[in-house]
């Protein structure tokens, strides 16, 4: 896949107009960046940041010179500082009076945006470059791959929001079973408990075989002593019958 194409626009000082102070200020912030363009196989923040460093003294003498604003706010996104460079190079396009100028902030807007992933303000910057300067091979590619870049998050996106509902499904699915079978064993052991309980409700209402009431002990002594009465009083009768006739053969 080919690599995003970012332009860094540096513009010379050629002016003679300019302090000599001031040239030699941008002169030693254009070497900087040159330096920090060699290697292509790593970032050299360093020198990045000692062209920051040169430009801003040469903005101390001459703060609002479009071209080294436009240098300055390369030089920090060269570093990877997007979002302070999109911020610099939002105030240039506004600013910014000829054609070309407004052109090459907006584009490069574009690539400090796309920097931070926020895709839709760099497609609209890239936009607003091609308004511009519609024939740009680099700003068309940019804004093709910043298309490509949000259609992936859209459908990234779309994948987590169903990943995250099926497994929102699969939980809720998952207490409802559990709930299913803690109120199923809570049922079987009511049912339990209640068996216990008629079980034990029985076995207090049956009537006890080896055991008799108060009552009824009192009623059978009752009884035997009545018998007892009785029996006595038989026995009595015949002693007395038998008395009497012992008498009777005595006399004769």
Known sequence: MRKILFIAIVIWFSLPAFSQKERKFVRRGNNYFEEGLKDTAKLDTISFGKAEVAYRKALQIKPQDFHWNFNLADAIYKQKKAEEAASEFEKLADKAEKPLEKYAAYHNLGNSLLQQKKFDPS????????????????????????????????????????????????????????????????????????????????????????????????????????????????????QALQAQKSTVEKNW
């Open 123 to 238: 497609i609209e910057a890239y936009k607003k470059a091609l308004r511009i300067n519609p024939n740009d091979p680099e700003t068309k590619y940019n804004l093709a791959y910043a298309m490509k870049m949000k259609k992936e998050e859209e459908k990234q996106k779309q994948k987590q929001n169903k990943d995250n509902k099926d497994k929102n499904k699969d939980k809720n699915n998952k207490d409802k079973n559990q709930d299913k079978d803690q109120n199923k064993d809570q049922n079987k052991d009511q049912n339990k408990d209640n068996q216990n309980q008629d079980q034990k409700q029985n076995q207090q209402n049956k009537p006890q075989q080896n055991k008799i009431s108060r009552q009824n002990a009192e009623q059978m002594l009752q009884a035997l002593e009545n018998d007892e009465k009785q029996t006595q009083e038989k026995v009595k009768k015949v």
